[in-house]
């Protein structure tokens, strides 16, 4: 298809087009997109159909629990978003043309595995700004809570697999090269070809990444379906406790990101194998009921105090860490 052919495709396309493509995207069932609309489900399927010919490919196929997104919707998402995000913020130029925000405290909660370098990312952003905001970067949890709360967080980037309920949230993108790490001795990087028995074989750590924040390990329901019991070597919420557990040489554990492997390659004798495609869905299988990638989100407790280039700057802070 020619460029002006597809120009031409592209000038159809409504603002409520996009908005239903970025919905797919996070949400990956249309029922769920029409009640977020507040449309009737046939409308979203009507839009979904006009989206295929426009771009000329399936961008969502069916599947038993839901959409899966074609390689296209996954490389289309970012741009329709962040085109989404800026019309939203429209409104808001419009009846705040100058938003107060010097010398505001921001408090962003990250998973571990994405706080490596973020807050000096943010400081030199904000210097060269000219931005007067005193920003904290904490780790270890990522929900929203009440702005009376002593330990209110502004801004929260969290793993899932669908957006929280009752939160609004934006995808930033999908997660889909974890990693296995261990020491470079280990035995089990002798077990490549058959990687998917030999993380059964040896002590686990669990941490933020493959407990995507819940209660429960995918690996322990993974080891269970193959009807074993996974040993687990510790629980850990750092990179530097994960280095130390690493390094006794007998365990393994996942990771995502390339913050957490650059710390884990510099600050010990450990070496990131990515994961096979095939074991990957059958984690997120077993964990979300569906084989649909793993996204990272963004929420803003107070819109008010998330300046539109502080959010941009954390989007593509995310973005280098997981799609390089």
Not at 67 to 89: G, I, N
Not at 150 to 167: C, H, I, T, W
Not at 279 to 300: E, M, T
Request: charge should be neutral; aromatic fraction near 8%; hydrophobic fraction near 40%.
């Amino acid at each position: 298809m020619n460029d002006i052919l597809t120009w031409r495709r592209l000038r159809r396309l409504s603002l409520f087009d996009l908005e239903v493509f970025v919905l797919l995207s996070q949400k990956m069932n249309s029922n769920k997109v029409a009640e977020s609309l507040d449309v009737l489900p046939s409308k979203v399927s009507r839009t979904l159909s006009g989206l295929r010919d426009t771009f000329n490919d399936p961008l969502f196929v069916r599947r038993q629990r839901g959409f899966e997104p074609t390689p296209l919707a996954m490389r289309l998402y970012p741009r329709a978003d962040a085109l989404l995000e800026m019309a939203k913020e429209m409104p808001h130029e419009l009846m705040q043309p100058e938003a107060a925000n010097s010398n505001a405290k921001i408090r962003i909660s990250t998973p571990t595995a994405l706080s490596q370098g973020l807050l000096k990312h943010l400081r030199t952003l904000a210097e060269a700004r000219g931005e007067k905001l005193d920003i904290a970067v904490v780790t270890g949890g990522t929900e929203s809570v009440a702005p009376n709360d002593s330990n209110q967080v502004d801004m929260a980037l969290y793993y899932g697999f669908e957006p929280r309920k009752n939160v609004e949230s934006r995808l930033i993108c999908y997660n889909n090269n974890p990693m296995v790490v261990a020491v470079k001795d280990h035995p089990i990087w002798q077990r490549k070809a058959e990687l998917h028995l030999a993380m059964l074989d040896y002590p686990f750590v669990v941490n933020e990444l493959p407990s995507f924040n819940e209660g429960r390990d995918p690996m322990e329901d993974y080891a269970n379906a193959m009807g074993r019991k996974l040993e687990i070597e510790a629980r850990v919420s750092s990179l530097s406790d994960l280095v130390a557990i690493l390094q006794e040489g007998r365990a393994y554990s996942i990771i995502g990101g390339r913050g957490s492997q650059d710390y884990l390659e510099t600050h010990g004798n450990i070496v990131a194998f990515t994961m096979p495609g095939l074991l990957r869905r059958k984690l997120h299988s077993l964990f979300s009921g569906n084989s649909s990638n793993l996204g990272v989100y963004l929420h803003c407790n107070n819109p008010s105090l998330c300046p539109g280039w502080l959010v941009e700057a954390l989007t593509q802070f995310v973005k280098r860490n997981y799609e390089g």
